[in-house]
T-cell receptor
């Protein structure tokens, strides 16, 4: 079974530029997550989708971050304009459902450096 | 919101030693998972354990939901066990919250 796929793996951009990350979840998984992990910290949930609807985006900085999940499968996370503090690993994850009892599977992450 | 605290923050072991990692949470949970993040950043699910005890090889986990803590046991540690161990909980709703992690280094 294929895992969660993410691209690009690494990206270096200048502040005020834009960047987009792509995620393809495990086939059949209805729930998709984007987490931000800053070096030395645990992952922080940015946005959670159930199919193509948003379940939670309370910690998404909506003035600069946006995410979509068209057709309930692939998802993209965009940052525009980027700030230095956005340097982090962006982790995409998926699970069969949203409720308790669902194991979360992570991709390898997209490493972003903003200079 | 719910608070998740992990201890110790850092741990250095000699290969072959045993260790216990702890996760405390501030409210009732309906889902608790332990993850291992390897040195390349990949997060791997170890256990789904909202209550009770589970074992998988040299690893085992126990969650005492009524007392709001979970323990991860690593026996006969190996260098490949190095990395960061995270506890993640879901309390009501659908949001999974991660602790800050325990950074483990196993020396050969």
């Amino acid at each position: 079974e294929a895992g969660v796929a993410q691209s690009p793996r690494y990206k270096i951009i200048e502040k005020r530029q834009s960047v987009a990350f792509w995620c393809n979840p495990i086939s059949g998984h209805a729930t998709l997550y984007w987490y931000q992990q800053i070096l030395g910290q645990g992952p922080k949930l940015l946005i959670q989708f159930q199919n193509n609807g948003v379940v939670d985006d309370s910690q998404l900085p909506k003035d600069r971050f946006s995410a979509e999940r068209l057709k309930g499968v692939d998802s993209t996370l965009k940052i525009q304009p980027a700030k230095l503090e956005d340097s982090a690993v962006y982790l995409c994850a998926s699970s069969l459902g949203s409720g308790a009892g669902n194991t979360i599977y992570f991709g390898e992450g997209s490493w972003l450096t903003v200079v | 919101g719910i608070q998740v605290e992990q201890s110790p923050p850092d741990l250095i072991l000699q290969e072959g030693a045993n260790s216990t990692l702890r996760c405390n949470f501030s409210d009732s949970v309906n889902n608790l998972q332990w993850f291992h993040q390897n040195p390349w950043g990949q997060l791997i699910n170890l256990f789904y354990i909202p209550s009770g005890t589970k074992q998988n090889g040299r690893l085992s986990a126990t969650t005492v939901a009524t007392e709001r803590y979970s323990l991860l046991y690593i026996s006969s540690s190996q260098t490949t066990d190095s990395g960061v161990y995270f506890c993640a909980v879901m309390a009501g709703g659908f949001k999974t919250i991660f602790g800050a992690g325990t950074r483990l280094f196993v020396k050969a």
